[in-house]
């Protein structure tokens, strides 16, 4: 299947200050990456959708202006949680979508865990 | 009401015996069904999708049912290795979003 990549894997913050996560699809192209968040024992919950070259899709509750999406190439998009709290602890999941791929098809990276002190 | 929920478990069985869990979903429009694996702080693996006439794969047997609006996984001779959580997740006709239940945690005990 097709590999998406997360880096990092893990950080460590203190509170206030900005992480940036990145999303590759490394062997084919994803016109569409989804960002979702998943606390212990919960679900996970999608926090936005993003298409190359347009603004990201937020989903109700998230805030866009503290998790800052680019989605500036087929092969790269970034989440940068602002001014990151100790509730922000979280694992953070992009998956990516080939746009010749089925509409529910989504290729998961490896994961964030994120914890801020 | 959750849009998909299942049982959080832990299920324990022992090694070789078989285990099922099912998944329920609330919107009646949803089209696409599946099961996915969550090891422990790793990215969920898609499993297997869940076809209207059910399927197997090896040890594995989906099953949907529209009616009711559930799906089912059943394992078969269960290994050690089968221990995880898995992921009951719904799309809906038309839409690439995915909806993940909280997930049945399953530990195969030797």
């Given at each position: 299947g097709a590999v998406v990549s997360q880096h990092p894997s893990r950080v460590i913050c203190k509170s206030g200050t900005s992480v940036k996560i990145e999303c590759r699809s490394l062997d084919f192209q994803a016109t569409t990456m989804f960002w979702y968040r998943q606390f212990p024992k919960q679900s996970l919950m999608l926090m936005a959708t993003s298409n190359e070259g347009s603004k990201a899709t937020y989903e109700q509750g998230v805030e866009k202006d503290k998790f800052l999406i680019n989605h500036?190439?087929?092969?790269l998009s970034t989440l940068t949680v602002t001014?990151?709290?100790?509730?922000?602890?979280s694992f953070y999941i992009c998956s990516a979508r080939a746009g010749?791929?089925?509409?529910?098809e989504q290729f998961f990276g490896p994961g964030t865990r994120l914890t801020v002190l | 009401r959750k849009e998909v929920e299942q049982d959080p478990g832990p299920f324990n069985v022992p090694e070789g015996a078989t285990v099922a869990f099912n998944c329920t979903y609330?919107?009646?429009?949803?089209q696409s069904f599946f099961w996915y694996r969550q090891d422990c702080r790793k990215e969920p693996k898609l499993l297997m999708s869940v076809y209207s006439s059910g399927n197997e794969d090896g040890r594995f047997t989906a099953q949907l049912n529209r009616a009711s609006q559930y799906i089912s996984l059943l394992i078969r001779?269960?290994?050690?290795?089968?221990s995880a959580t898995y992921l009951c997740v719904v799309n809906s006709k038309g839409n690439e979003k995915l909806t993940f239940g909280t997930g049945t945690r399953l530990t195969i005990i030797p």
């Open positions: 500036a190439s087929l092969t001014s990151a709290h100790p509730e922000d602890s010749t791929g089925r509409l529910h | 609330s919107n009646s429009a949803s001779d269960s290994k050690l290795s089968d």
